[in-house]
């Protein structure tokens, strides 16, 4: 069973940058995926940003593209996701989740393992 536990979160304001860390208790397979979803109340889970352990792909969502960036450390089994001019709409709860298999997927249910979640919230 993978874990998954995020941490960096934390309160920023507008235009500040912020790096989420991702630590997987192992790798799921070598052709596995790790991503990041966010979620604020009463909306559903949206895709962030995913990147496959082989480094073969990534790939982000439109809201996010040009701002944030996703990197691995295959040997430490974790993910990072640097955001960068933040803005209050970037406001949710960040949770990271993995799959066995490639390809990139942009669906929650795609996704077995999930992490806790780890608050970022974007002040004016």
């Known amino acids: 069973q993978v874990q998954l536990v995020e941490s960096g979160g934390r309160l920023v304001q507008a235009g500040d940058s912020l790096r989420l860390s991702c630590a997987a208790s192992e790798r799921t397979s070598s052709t596995g995926v790790i991503a990041w979803f966010r979620q604020v109340p009463g909306k559903e889970r949206e895709f962030v940003s995913a990147t496959t352990w082989s480094g073969r792909s990534r790939y982000y969502a439109d809201s996010v593209k040009g701002r944030f960036a996703i990197s691995r450390d295959n040997d430490k089994y974790t993910v990072y996701l640097q955001m960068s001019n933040l803005k209050q709409e970037d406001t949710a709860v960040y949770y990271c989740?993995?799959?066995?298999?490639?390809?990139?997927?942009?669906?929650?249910?795609?996704?077995?393992?999930w992490g806790q979640g780890t608050q970022v919230t974007v002040s004016s």
């Open positions: 989740a993995a799959r066995n298999w490639e390809p990139i997927v942009t669906t929650a249910g795609g996704y077995n393992y």
